[in-house]
């Protein structure tokens, strides 16, 4: 199986700042990985797919990079809508797995 | 639109077979680059990926559960289920279905709610 790992596994931020939040693969994925949010109580929603490409609707603060074995997700300027758990998954081989996920929490 | 549903018990004792439903709209799962994943979440643990199901009906399974699941599809009623068999407490969360797509590069763009499985005596 490939393995996810992100870090860090939680963070405190403040509004308006930057973060960034990584996930390496433990084998080279091309750049089929995506990044999901989730916030309490609610389903997962599609962020970024193919490592960079911004799904529809979601804000341009947000963006994606990386290939191969190590990804980053960069919300530009945090809002308060933003806290929520954020989770990287691989689509390159079933089983397609999810990495750990970083809670991202109000500071 | 797309949208999907989960749907099953929400209590089922130990040993038990647990039998999830996922019906959807909005796309057909018999058109290529079509896919339909469950994925589960313990309460407060990370999501799970658990099976997949394609448009040419290959299957796909977690490596730690591959011998307690079986996905299939039934493309008429559009619905895919999932079965899982000697159920276990640790077993307990929400399970969801979403749907994927040559699309997205095989993200999970659309899924449904989640329906809340209790294992329990």
């Known amino acids: 199986d490939i393995e996810m790992t992100q870090s860090p596994s939680s963070l405190s931020a403040s509004i308006g700042d930057r973060v960034t939040i990584t996930c390496r693969a433990s084998q080279g994925i091309t750049y089929y990985l995506n990044w999901y949010q989730q916030k309490p109580g609610k389903a997962p929603e599609l962020l970024i797919y193919?490592?960079?490409r911004l799904q529809s609707g979601v804000p341009s603060r947000f963006s994606g990079s990386g290939s191969g074995t190590d990804f980053t997700l960069t919300i530009s300027s945090l809002q308060p809508e933003d806290f929520a758990t954020y989770y990287c998954?691989?689509?390159?081989?079933?089983?397609?797995?999810f990495g750990q996920g970083t809670k991202v929490e109000i500071k | 639109q797309v949208t999907l549903r989960e749907s099953g018990p929400a209590l089922v004792k130990p040993t038990q077979t647990l039998t999830l439903t996922c019906t959807f709209s909005?796309?057909?799962?018999?058109?290529?680059?079509?896919?339909v994943s469950w994925i589960r979440q313990s309460p407060g643990k990370a999501l799970e990926w658990l099976a997949l199901?394609?448009?040419?009906?290959?299957?796909y399974y977690s490596t730690s559960l591959r011998t307690r699941l079986t996905i299939s599809k039934d493309t008429s009623k559009n619905q895919v289920v999932l079965t899982m068999t000697n159920m276990d407490p640790v077993d307990t969360g929400t399970y969801y279905c979403?749907?994927?797509?040559?699309?997205?590069?095989?993200?999970?763009?659309?899924w449904g709610q989640g329906t809340t499985v209790i294992v329990s005596s």
């Open positions: 193919a490592a960079s």
């Open positions: 998954q691989q689509s390159y081989r079933s089983p397609r797995t």
């Open positions: 979403a749907r994927l797509s040559t699309s997205y590069f095989y993200g999970m763009d659309v």
């Open positions: 909005g796309f057909s799962l018999s058109s290529g680059g079509m896919c």
């Open positions: 199901i394609d448009w040419d009906d290959g299957k």
